[in-house]
């Protein structure tokens, strides 16, 4: 019907969409068919004039081919169901605005304001129905530049939006739209059930915090180590522990720029609690993302006492308590004897005795510089539980690796296992 519309009064019909009913006042009682309301765009529907046409139904193949039911009063219909056409701006028409166009108005403040977009050479204003922070910062980047943020403020503040039709509805961009009509949930039939008590205004003032995807670590010992902070819609928020592994990890070392080794991934807040929104559950990458919003995850049921961590390689340089696969005794009675504990990535961690025998023991007494006589494993912290991190499990050695990394078993950080589970040796 808008189609057939606007083809009738010269008008492009191409894009064209009707109107919510009442939108544009009623007609008054002059002439055979009324002439527009004096009220004008979006004025209240009076109660003057008859009723000519109702049910009107065109082909969209015979757009000017129309089929209609006269009617008199008082019918099925009042003037609340006036009905009115959007149609495109015909060529080498003079135009107020370009669709699509937005701008802030109703104040001379700067950078704030009722927030106003272009639909066919109309301004409108905007329901705040599904409007989120994606749909504010689109408004202030496009406007200003990439370093603002915006917040909604209160309509009131704004003068004028009454005037104006309310041309869009449940806008929920998702921050990667070029344009403000791209965004999904759009309302373009001016279907809405808002009022201009729920026009969107914003504040354009604020400089941007942090960038969608942005992750810092907070809490360990050193920058390449702690809880996984990561940036969402402007607000730093945490990552619950939910399916998170080693190849999660290894997508946030690589971020952050660590990529000379393997990535350890923590659980339960190791690195202590978080504070601010859970933005991630059950995350699950591949490996090859360039961010950890490109992996696949879902919203939370968590506190943040799962929160993720990782400890990543530390740089080569970096001023650390130990050396990448150096290993040390603990609680034994003598030098010669104690708990396995193994240096990665600065930290001090324990061994997990998940077949640990004496092979893996010599392994560990060679690189001490025991060599002369036989090594003994013990399993089940036999020397005590440690207190820190479990970094190997499954430890397969041959006897004769100079290195307890070089042997085979989990990755690093990769085990099944608990503090009463430390491995120890008996060295000669």
């Not at 503040?157 to 929920?172: A, C, H, W, Y």
């Not at 939910?242 to 000379?260: R, S």
């Not at 193994?342 to 005795?353: E, K, M, P, S």
Request: aromatic share 6%.
């Amino acid at each position: 019907m808008a189609a057939a519309a606007c083809t009738g009064m010269g008008l492009p019909s191409d894009g064209a969409f009707r109107s919510a009913e009442g939108l544009f006042g009623s007609p008054s009682s002059e002439g055979p068919f009324g002439s527009p309301s004096a009220e004008g765009l979006f004025g209240s529907p009076s109660s003057e004039g008859p009723f000519y046409v109702v049910d009107i139904q065109c082909p969209p193949a015979r757009p000017t081919n129309c089929t209609f039911t006269t009617a008199t009063p008082p019918g099925t219909c009042t003037h609340e169901n006036d009905v009115g056409v959007f149609c495109p701006v015909a060529e080498g028409t003079p135009t107020l605005c370009t669709t699509g166009d937005i701008r802030l108005a109703g104040t001379f403040r700067p950078q704030q304001g009722r927030v106003e977009i272009c639909i066919n050479n109309q301004w409108g204003t905007i329901c705040d129905d599904s409007w989120n922070q994606h749909s504010v910062n689109f408004v202030c980047t496009s406007l200003y530049d990439q370093s603002i943020v915006g917040e909604m403020v209160d309509p009131e503040e704004f003068s004028g939006g009454e005037d104006l039709p309310i041309l869009m509805d449940d806008v929920k961009c998702r921050g990667t739209e070029s344009n403000l009509l791209s965004c999904p949930q759009l309302q373009l039939n001016a279907s809405h059930d808002c009022t201009h008590m729920e026009d969107v205004a914003i504040s354009c003032n604020g400089t941007r915090r942090c960038r969608d995807g942005e992750i810092m670590l907070a809490g360990g010992q050193y920058e390449s180590e702690g809880t996984i902070q990561i940036c969402i819609d402007d607000v730093w928020g945490t990552v619950c522990d939910d399916l998170w592994d080693q190849t999660d990890a290894g997508v946030v070392c690589n971020v952050l720029g660590y990529t000379n080794g393997s990535a350890i991934a923590l659980r339960g807040a190791h690195f202590g609690e978080g504070t601010g929104p859970i933005h991630l559950d059950n995350v699950i990458c591949t490996g090859s993302e360039n961010s950890l919003l490109d992996c696949r995850y879902s919203p939370h049921n968590c506190g943040h006492y799962e929160d993720a961590g990782v400890i990543c390689p530390a740089p080569q340089d970096a001023d650390t308590n130990c050396t990448n696969g150096e290993v040390r005794l603990a609680d034994g009675d003598n030098e010669y004897q104690g708990r396995v504990e193994v240096c990665l990535h600065g930290n001090w961690g324990t061994v997990c005795d998940d077949r640990w025998d004496n092979r893996d023991a010599r392994v560990v007494c060679n690189q001490l510089g025991y060599t002369g006589g036989v090594p003994f494993s013990v399993t089940r912290a036999g020397f005590g539980r440690g207190s820190g991190l479990i970094f190997l499990d499954n430890v397969d050695c041959d006897g004769t690796e100079p290195n307890l990394l070089q042997c085979r078993g989990n990755e690093p950080g990769n085990h099944n296992c608990g503090p009463s589970e430390d491995a120890g040796v008996y060295c000669p």
